[in-house]
Antibody
Framework: QVQLVQSGPEVKKPGASVKVSCKAT????????INWVRQATGQGLEWMGR????????VYAQKFQGRVTMTRDTSISTAYMELSSLRSDDTAMYYC?????????????????WGRGTQVTVSS | QSVLTQPPSVSGAPGQRVTISCTGS?????????VHWYQQLPGAAPKLLIY???NRPSGVPDRFSGSKSGTSASLAITGLQAEDEADYYC?????????????FGTGTKVTVL
């Protein structure tokens, strides 16, 4: 079945970088966008950006521009999200989520399914 | 600070009907962008509940329904069950010129009394 398998928890010091992976199984990786969403403990969901399925081009939320880099390795059906210059308020669960099917032409995408999340803790 | 506003909490007895609103503006829901709904159980990733305003993915009970009108959308849960106790989020797209992006609602905790 369709699954997004994320890498394990990370603990980083302020100022460091973290790279989270998201391996797709059960479908053609390059047929769907991949989005990244984060959630601080007890808080709501925040969209960080997405990678286009065809071109691999990325679109980032303004809040993260300059600090986030989303990449992929199509040979192993894996997407990556790297966040640099980490601060304590970057402590959160980071999720990858698949975009809608290729034949979807609606006004605004939905995300399904989601990975189980990767906990990133930033602490000195 | 999200541009989509939801009530922080709603509650109901088993079997009752509850609704969750998602209020946006002319740059998101009011601009015609679709609204999608997610259920997040404690300690779990969000699960798609409603997509494109009114559609249920296979496997989602028909107790869940969605609607959209003007600058708002709503999620209704009829025949409330104990397993419906969770956080619920709406999702849409905001076309603000300064920062276009996908936006989630503030989230609503549903409590089954």
């Amino acid at each position: 079945q369709v699954q997004l398998v994320q890498s394990g928890p990370e603990v980083k010091k302020p100022g460091a970088s973290v790279k989270v992976s998201c391996k797709a199984t059960g479908y053609t990786f390059t047929s769907y966008d991949i989005n990244w969403v984060r959630q601080a403990t007890g808080q709501g969901l925040e969209w960080m950006g997405r990678m286009d399925r065809n071109s691999g081009k990325t679109v980032y939320a303004q809040k993260f521009q300059g600090r986030v880099t989303m990449t992929r390795d199509t040979s192993i059906s894996t997407a990556y999200m790297e966040l640099s210059s980490l601060r304590s308020d970057d402590t959160a669960m980071y999720y990858c989520a698949r975009g809608p099917p290729p034949d979807y032409y609606g006004a605004g995408s939905y995300f399904d399914p989601w990975g189980r999340g990767t906990q990133v803790t930033v602490s000195s | 600070q999200s541009v989509l506003t939801q009530p922080p909490s709603v509650s109901g007895a088993p079997g009752q009907r509850v609704t969750i609103s998602c209020t946006g503006s002319s740059s998101n829901i009011g601009a015609g962008y679709d609204v999608h709904w997610y259920q997040q159980l404690p300690g779990a990733a969000p699960k798609l509940l409603i997509y494109v305003n009114t559609n249920r993915p296979s496997g989602v009970p028909d107790r869940f329904s969605g609607s959209k009108s003007g600058t708002s959308a709503s999620l209704a849960i009829t025949g409330l069950q104990a397993e419906d106790e969770a956080d619920y989020y709406c999702l849409s797209y905001d076309s603000s010129l300064s920062d276009p992006k996908y936006v989630f609602g503030t989230g609503t905790k549903v409590t089954v009394l």
